[in-house]
């Protein structure tokens, strides 16, 4: 106990505030004095960027053990630990915590942001001097605007006097393992791609972008994406199984937030090939870093201004929205202004033909920035439509549905046939003959769907989807020469393939299996039911019976709990336990889904209201068969490892080309 009182002691709230100070001091030098040591050429001033970066990440990583101190400890003296926790609250819960509020989730991003800086100081030392110093600069000036929002709008470090006893505790519904874990994922896909952006100010500000660069942006720009897919899925996997609505994604805005940059951080990501293995697309992928990192900060502003407002949304309060304002006009104002000035310092890069790897890349790129601006426009034209004609608009899934989906899918028609193809100039009958089998796949996909699946665009989807997968399949075969040299030898092809290649085809095919989840979602069945203990209900071949309902408690909540069993042809398939949780602190009532998967479907099930007494009494189910539900989480997860894989190749962490030096030219004799 004394030990614990010291630390407490040892890690106040005070010295938090004194290390994120600090931080922002360091953050302001590592702007200055690296980006005026590579404009005068001075060595001294660029070398001191990666001690600049690795100070600020220390000062971050002690204001958040402060922080997580005070959580843990429960000082409610503390405003923020006063508001968002509680005696009774689990420890798991008080941790992750510190992001599931305000103030607590722009520190965690700053780490996020101190961390990257530091990643690129450790693994950027093989960078050119000025580059590296440059980024570290732009990085360092970003971070100081975030860390002084969070001293002088969002502290999470102010005091609250007299303490209460007891904290109000979290909302309930981030009282749960995947929204703990999703904020994190999902600030570093964020977070993330400032390096992207800040290699693509410093290329501008170098007025130079050649195969060096694109292989030096690429790794980064695969990592971001990594933790930008899985975090996404994350948020989706948490909608389907907290809110208990049953959906996956229901374009929220502040889903649409994370959608925008995910769709222009994929555009980037094979634009940056381009650059990196024929030297074209230079400005157009310059453009594509700073337009993805500025919808990452432009989804900042919407959710903390208040002027989105969304079952995700945490903050509503126009000082801050204010001050992202200011910070968003700075960094993507500046940006775009250098951009404008020094476009022409760029040089346009080679020619190809349209129908080559690069004509289908730059397809890739204009379908996925058509859907974004689609996106875009349906999220924000509601509130400006308010805010300037005073009319209250709804913009919904059927205008998403509508519209975005049917530019999805010449992406995924060009998918299979883009790898395929040689750089530069090509012809499209060699690259037929290779896929005619996973045409032929997909021909009898589309046949067998249009007897076993409603709707033109499932169908349309489901048959792309093999077609994507089926795709992925034959670029590996066509790389070993599957089938056409000893197998053995194909076995040696396979074990020398760029682990890069092979991570492109698996991301592929993940894309290909949430295709196949999110067209057989659309083909669920379910039914709201109100039934008495002991009466079953039929719902997609299955009989759901409500065997019992019991009151349980939890650490800080009390609920009740349905038992249903559910039979098919008399055998036994799962026993659900949907519940209803009553957190009284907060005056809060949940809902805990109930599912039980095999990977092919799920049955789910929530418990609504109970209505009447003894022999009357009824309970409201919601109940649902969700087939091929799991696909489209198993598909984030396998894109993820795609990427991943490609990450660890070291061909692209540090392979990348020696820049060819500037040769003089020799003076005449």
């Known amino acids: 106990m004394p030990g614990a009182l010291f630390l407490s002691l040892l890690l106040s709230p005070e010295l938090g505030r004194v290390a994120l100070a600090l931080a922002a001091c360091l953050a302001l030098a590592q702007f200055a004095l690296p980006l005026l040591g590579a404009q005068r050429g001075d060595p001294r001033l660029m070398a001191t960027a990666p001690a600049l970066a690795w100070g600020q990440l220390a000062c971050l990583a002690l204001a958040f053990v402060c922080l997580a101190a005070a959580a843990v400890g429960d000082d409610f003296s503390v405003r923020n630990i006063a508001e968002n926790s509680a005696v009774a609250k689990p420890l798991l819960y008080k941790l992750t915590g510190i992001w599931g509020n305000h103030e607590g989730s722009v520190l965690l991003w700053s780490l996020i942001l101190g961390i990257c800086g530091a990643a690129v100081a450790w693994f950027g030392r093989g960078l050119p001097t000025s580059l590296h110093a440059r980024v570290l600069a732009i990085l360092g000036g970003t971070a100081c605007g975030f860390e002084l929002f969070c001293l002088l709008t969002s502290n999470p470090f102010d005091r609250v006097w007299p303490a209460p006893m007891d904290g109000h505790g979290m909302n309930p519904l981030l009282q749960d393992p995947g929204l703990a874990f999703h904020p994190p994922i999902l600030y570093t896909g964020y977070v993330g791609f400032a390096v992207p952006f800040a290699f693509a100010v410093a290329a501008l500000l ?94 900042t502003f919407l959710v903390r201004s208040g002027i989105l407002n969304s079952v995700h949304a945490f903050a509503n309060d126009p000082t801050r929205g204010v001050f992202i304002l200011g910070l968003l006009g700075l960094v993507i104002g500046g940006a775009l202004l250098l951009f404008a000035l020094r476009v022409h310092t760029l040089t346009a890069g080679g020619l190809f033909a349209p129908l080559s790897r690069e004509g289908a890349l730059v397809l890739n790129n204009i379908l996925l920035c058509a859907i974004c601006a689609v996106v875009l426009t349906g999220t924000l034209y509601p509130p400006f439509a308010s805010l300037l004609f005073g009319q209250a608009i709804s913009v919904g899934k059927p205008f998403f549905d509508a519209t975005a989906v049917p530019m999805a899918l010449p992406i995924f028609a ?139 408690r939890g650490p800080n909540y009390t609920a009740r709990v349905a038992t249903i069993a559910v039979t098919r042809d008399g055998r036994p398939i799962a026993v659900l336990h949907p519940s209803r949780r009553d957190f009284a602190s907060q005056g809060q009532v949940t809902s805990e889904v109930a599912i039980h998967t095999n990977l092919v479907t799920d049955l789910y099930a929530v418990l609504g209201d109970e209505h009447g007494s003894g022999a009357g009494h009824t309970a409201v189910l919601r109940l649902h068969d969700n087939v091929l539900a799991p696909w489209m989480w198993l598909g984030a997860l396998v894109m993820a490892i795609g990427g991943g894989l490609s990450l660890s190749d070291r061909r692209i962490r540090v392979g990348a080309p020696t820049r060819a030096r500037h040769r003089l030219p020799v003076p005449a004799e």
């Open 206 to 299: 170098e007025g130079r972008v050649d195969a060096a660069w694109g292989r030096w942006v690429r790794p980064w720009t695969v990592a971001a994406w990594c933790f930008l897919t899985c975090g996404i899925a994350l948020g989706s996997w948490w909608s389907y199984y907290v809110l208990g609505w049953g959906g996956y994604w229901f374009w929220d805005p502040v889903e649409n937030a994370s959608l925008l940059p995910w769709l222009t951080g994929t555009a980037l990501l094979h634009s940056a090939i381009v650059v990196e293995k024929r030297e074209s697309l230079k400005i157009w992928t310059v453009l594509l870093a700073i337009g993805t990192f500025s919808l990452s900060l432009s989804g």
């Open 414 to 552: 060009a998918m299979a046939i883009g790898p395929m193809l040689p750089w530069k100039r090509a012809r499209l009958a060699p690259v037929i003959s290779r896929l005619w089998w996973a045409a032929v796949l997909a021909a009898l996909a589309w046949g067998w769907s249009a007897f076993g699946i409603k709707g033109l665009l499932p169908i349309l989807a489901f048959g792309f989807a093999v077609w994507v997968i089926a795709g992925a399949a034959a670029d590996l075969a066509s790389r070993t020469q599957l089938f056409r040299i000893p197998v053995r030898d194909s076995l040696r092809r396979a074990r020398m393939l760029p682990r890069a290649a092979l991570g492109a085809a698996i991301a592929h095919a993940g894309v290909g299996v949430t295709v196949i989840g999110l067209a057989g979602m659309s083909q669920a069945e379910h039914a709201i039911v109100s039934v008495h203990t002991g009466e079953s209900v039929a719902l997609a071949g299955y009989r759901w019976t409500l065997t019992g309902l019991a009151d349980a």
